[in-house]
């Protein structure tokens, strides 16, 4: 069965670089999440979407900025890296979230950052 | 803000023991609780979802129960083998879309 693909899978950046993490959900879902993992830390919601358009922010810096095109894939693009953006980040994917039924998230493999 | 807690933080087993690992969370108004498996710097794999309405599901030798109103979810693993080494995230949905996780409990189970 298809998964969430998720590229790079690595990627090194230097401080005050940008990077883009690219997100591709299973085919069908429409919802998107991006969860970043710091080390020894349980991941942290970051931001959503649904059919398009945000659905959810959390604790994601103004340096970041994603957004999900019309063939549901995502990106999260995020500017001024600084040392402390270095985590695995998560992309998930979900079928709907119509009337507030929430339904099980599928999670991708994540993209290693380093920020050096 | 929900608040997910796992305990223990970290369980040594021998092989064929059964597992329990507890998750706790604070506001009961919740659409639904995950369980997932992460191997050492690897995804997360999903194990069992149990949505708001029901008190537990079965996947072969996993078992998750939850409360509700007492804010608990067990997930049992039965018979347990080295295999199963990993860290568990308990994760809980509302219905803002995101999952709030609980810091995970790192089980190793010894041959």
């Known amino acids: 069965a298809a998964g969430v693909i998720q590229s790079p899978r690595h990627l090194i950046k230097e401080k005050r670089e940008t990077a883009t993490l690219k997100c591709y959900p299973i085919?069908?879902?429409?919802?998107v999440y991006w969860y970043q993992q710091g080390p020894g830390q349980d991941p942290q919601f970051l931001i959503s979407?649904?059919?398009?358009?945000?659905?959810d922010k959390g604790s994601i810096p103004d340096r970041f900025s994603a957004q999900q095109f019309s063939d549901y894939h995502s990106e999260l693009n995020m500017s001024s890296l600084e040392l402390g953006d270095s985590a695995l980040y998560f992309c998930?994917?979900?079928?709907?979230?119509?009337?507030?039924?929430?339904?099980?998230?599928?999670f991708g493999p994540g993209t290693r950052l380093t920020v050096t | 803000k929900q608040e997910v807690t796992q305990i223990p933080a970290a369980l040594s087993v021998p092989e064929g023991e059964n597992l329990v690992l507890n998750c706790s969370f604070t506001?009961?108004?919740?659409?639904?609780l995950q369980w997932f498996r992460q191997d050492p710097g690897k995804g997360l794999t999903s194990l069992l979802l149990?949505?708001?309405?029901?008190r537990e599901q079965t996947s072969g030798r996993l078992n998750a129960s939850l409360d509700k109103s007492s804010g608990r979810s067990t997930l049992y693993i039965a018979a347990s083998q080295p295999g199963d080494s990993a860290t568990y995230l308990c994760?809980?949905?509302?219905?803002?879309?995101?999952?709030?996780f609980g810091a995970g409990t790192t089980v190793t189970v010894r041959a």
């Open positions: 998930a994917s979900s079928w709907g979230t119509s009337g507030g039924l929430s339904y099980e998230q599928y």
């Open positions: 085919p069908r879902h429409d919802t």
């Open positions: 979407f649904y059919e398009k358009m945000q659905s």
């Open positions: 506001d009961s108004a919740i659409y639904n």
């Open positions: 149990i949505q708001s309405s029901q």
């Open positions: 994760a809980v949905g509302k219905n803002d879309y995101k999952l709030s």
